[in-house]
């Protein structure tokens, strides 16, 4: 187990050289679930497999993202009927330095009940009495047993053993700051996804998919349907339902894109504006008086700081995650978010960064005004 944690670290370590240059989203890597001897989930009458479908959506999606930004490189982690190693699509997404990945997958159950799409990335579950393995488990179980479809599986993965729940723990943390970005896009993919062919929305989780977990970048799984339901089966079938799904995914992208790249700003200070006397006599408006309080209220205090982690738990400052630190923590609508490095300048918080990341390698500068957090270049 040891030995897997250090080769998926030293896979981030690799990827944190570029962190700081990209100030785009300029690839994105798009993984079309099972293949070839791995077919993935199944209808009930064992005429449909999910790697089909899978593929269908994935190939539209990058389609449009091509077509959309043909600045932006698209890389499939297989375009055809091939199979492909769990470990083999995150490497892939890793040696593109991706800014973005996107599993996409279908489901299958025993009952001919369950429909419906949902949304899942890596982390342990916030609800109080949960834990990291608690929710979505059977599809968990499922989806990382792929890996004992390869012939070294034992090798590459250490340890792990996809039905065994210890084995999951040493997940938790290992997508940190990367975490708040996933969550993000996913929220986006779950808001678009209501106006899609298939309706019934399963929710947006935290769950401890393996291809989440070795990525070193914002990454979402998808789960597009049930082929065990008959409605969801239909809308599958359907060419022009599927271009609809990955339509509404591509949206979503198209959302993220622009909320991503505009999360990065530069440290260039605004223009002070002189005061301008009112001329005499001259009421003020309703709205002049609204700016003039805004502009008499005290000013939330600015610090810079590098953010270690993005998690949806609470955590103890002594734990042993902060590696002798002692964290800043900002508390989010979804995520409690961990800062070290703090400074009063920017200068200051990037003399700590390169140290930070031999120990955090997803570490980013942020700029924190009171609650307001803001990535820096």
């Given amino acids: 187990m040891k030995r897997t944690i250090c080769i998926v670290l030293a896979v981030l370590l690799s990827a944190a050289s570029w962190a700081d240059e990209h100030l785009r989203l300029s690839t994105v890597v798009i993984d079309p679930g099972h293949g070839g001897k791995d077919p993935g989930a199944v209808s009930r009458d064992k005429k449909v497999y999910e790697k089909t479908y899978a593929l269908s959506i994935s190939l539209a999606l990058a389609e449009k993202i091509r077509a959309a930004y043909p600045d932006v490189k698209v890389v499939m982690t297989r375009t055809d009927d091939k199979y492909v190693t769990v470990g083999g699509r995150a490497d892939i997404a890793n040696k593109e330095e991706a800014d973005l990945f996107i599993s996409v997958h279908h489901n299958a159950v025993s009952s001919a009940s369950p429909n419906g799409f949902s949304v899942h990335v890596l982390?342990?579950?916030?609800k109080k009495g949960t834990d990291l393995y608690a929710n979505n488990m059977d599809i968990v179980r499922r989806e990382n047993a792929v890996i004992l479809l390869e012939e070294d599986?034992?090798?590459?993965?250490?340890?792990?053993?996809?039905?065994?729940?210890?084995?999951?723990?040493?997940?938790?943390?290992?997508?940190?700051?990367?975490?708040?970005?996933?969550?993000?896009?996913?929220?986006?993919?779950?808001?678009?996804?209501?106006?899609?062919?298939?309706?019934?929305?399963?929710?947006?989780?935290?769950?401890?998919?393996?291809?989440?977990?070795?990525?070193?970048?914002?990454?979402?799984?998808?789960?597009?349907?049930?082929?065990?339901?008959?409605?969801?089966?239909?809308?599958?079938?359907?060419?022009?339902?599927?271009?609809?799904?990955?339509?509404?995914?591509?949206?979503?992208?198209?959302?993220?894109?622009?909320?991503?790249?505009?999360?990065?700003?530069?440290?260039?200070?605004?223009?002070?504006?002189?005061?301008?006397?009112?001329?005499?006599?001259?009421q003020e408006t309703k709205q002049e008086k609204k700016q003039e309080a805004r502009q008499q209220a005290p000013k939330a205090e600015t610090v810079y700081a590098v953010q270690i982690f993005a998690v949806a738990k609470k955590m103890d400052p002594k734990a042993r995650e902060f590696m002798g630190y002692t964290p800043k923590v900002i508390q989010g609508e979804k995520l409690y978010k961990y800062y070290i490095g703090v400074s009063d300048s920017s200068a200051g918080a990037r003399k700590h960064l390169s140290a930070i990341r031999k120990k955090y390698p997803d570490a980013f500068l942020v700029k924190i005004s009171g609650n307001e957090v803001t990535r820096v270049n």
Wanted: charged share 25%; proline share 6%.
């Fill in 123 to 126: 982390g342990q579950s916030r």
């Fill in 153 to 282: 599986y034992s090798t590459t993965y250490g340890d792990f053993d996809p039905n065994d729940p210890e084995s999951y723990i040493f997940m938790n943390l290992m997508q940190n700051a990367n975490l708040e970005q996933s969550v993000r896009f996913a929220q986006l993919v779950e808001k678009n996804l209501k106006n899609g062919p298939i309706k019934n929305d399963r929710g947006l989780s935290q769950d401890p998919f393996l291809v989440l977990w070795r990525t070193a970048m914002p990454a979402v799984l998808l789960e597009l349907g049930f082929l065990s339901n008959d409605n969801d089966l239909k809308v599958l079938k359907s060419a022009e339902e599927r271009d609809k799904i990955a339509e509404c995914v591509f949206q979503a992208f198209k959302e993220y894109k622009e909320i991503y790249e505009g999360t990065v700003t530069t440290e260039a200070a605004p223009a002070r504006q002189q005061d301008t006397p009112k001329p005499a006599g001259k």
